[in-house]
C-alpha cells in the first residue's frame, strides 16, 4: 500500500516542483517594473508616470482584462502618451505584483475601491479611467462609486453586462476546496504553456496579434497558482455580480466612450457595448468594422482620440473609427502580398 502511495504522490510533487520552478522563472522573465504602495492592509502595485510639463490632458488610470497585468495596457498606451499625460498603469488586487487584499476584492467593485485609494495614495484627485475588457466591468463600477474620481470613462471592449451562459471548466476547477490548490499548483503551468501561443493569437482574432505580444507584456504571469485562483475567482465571480449591479450604470454621468470591434467573439458588442451605450446617458459608442477583442493595440489611435474628447477637444470619433478601418484593410493587403 505505501509503494502505491508512492507511486501515486511521486508524479504529483514532481508536478508541483516543476510549476514552482517555472513560476520563479516566470518572474525572472518579467520583473516588477510598477511600484508597490500599501492602501491599508495590503499593497497594490502600479507603474505611475508623473504629470509632465507638457501635459494637455488630464490624469489616466488604466485597468488590464482578464488573465493580464499592467503590461497590457503599458504596451498599448505608454509611448504614444508619453509627454501628454499623469499616467497610472494598476495591477490589479491579486493580478501581476499586486497583493489580492480581502474578500471583497474578488468583485469588481471591490477591485475599483481598491485602485480609488491607490489614486489617492499617488496624489491623484481625478482622472479619467480606462478598462479593457474585463477592467471596464472595474471601469463601471468605478463611475458608479466614485464619481467624485471619475473625470470621465473609456471602455475599449469592455464586458459590462449579464451573459448567456457560464464561464469555461477550468476556472471552477481552479477554486474548488483543496482540489483547486492541486489544480493551481500542478496542472496549471503545463495546460498553460501549451495553450499560451493560440490564446493569445485568439484573444486578438480575427486580427493578427504583434509578434512581440507574448515577450512584451507577461502573460504568463496570470499562471502562477495563487494568481491563477484570483483570476478564476474573478470569472466566477462576475456573472452572478453583473446581474446584481449593472442596472446601476444609468447613474453614471461622467463623459463616457465605448470602442469596440464588430469581430469580438470573445465579448459581444451587441450585448456589453451597446448595453452600456444604452445605459449611460451622453455616451458615444465608436464601432470598428473588422476588429476583434483588442482595440487597444489595434486603433490605439481611435482610443487616444478619446481620450481627447473626454477631456474636451473637438474629435470625430466616427470619422477616426473609418480610417482606422481603412488603415487596418490595407494592413491585411499588406500583409497577404
Known sequence: MLAEVSALLAPLAAAIGYSSFKARQFEQAFPNVGELTDIGGYRMNALHIPRPDTADLPAIVFIHGASGNLLDQAGAFLRPLQGRAEMLFVDRPG????????????????????????????????????????????????????????????????????????????????????????????????????????????????NVRPADYIASTGPSLVLRPGTFHNNATDFTRLLGYLKAESHRYREITAPTVIITGD???????????????????????????????KPDYLATDVAIAALEKIAGMPRDLQAAARNAEERLTGDIVATAN
Not at 263 to 291: C, F, K, M, N, Y
Open 95 to 206: 493580478h501581476g505584483y499586486s497583493e489580492r487584499g480581502g474578500p471583497e476584492n474578488a468583485v469588481p467593485s471591490g477591485q475599483a475601491a481598491a485602485i480609488a485609494r491607490l489614486m489617492e495614495r499617488r496624489g491623484i484627485e481625478k482622472a479619467i479611467i480606462v478598462g479593457h475588457s474585463f477592467g471596464g466591468a472595474i471601469a463601471a463600477a468605478f463611475g458608479v462609486h466614485h464619481p467624485e474620481k471619475t473625470a470621465g470613462l473609456l471602455f475599449l471592449a469592455p464586458a459590462t453586462h449579464p451573459w448567456p451562459g457560464g464561464v469555461d471548466w477550468y476556472y471552477h476547477a481552479a477554486t474548488a476546496p483543496l482540489l483547486g490548490w492541486l489544480f493551481n499548483h500542478a496542472l496549471v503551468v503545463p495546460m498553460g504553456l501549451r495553450r499560451l501561443e493560440q490564446g493569445t493569437m485568439n484573444v486578438f482574432r480575427p
Open 263 to 293: 469581430s469580438d467573439d470573445i465579448v459581444w458588442e451587441h450585448l456589453h457595448s451597446q448595453g452600456l451605450a444604452r445605459d449611460i446617458a451622453g455616451s458615444e459608442l465608436v464601432t470598428i468594422r473588422g476588429v476583434g477583442h
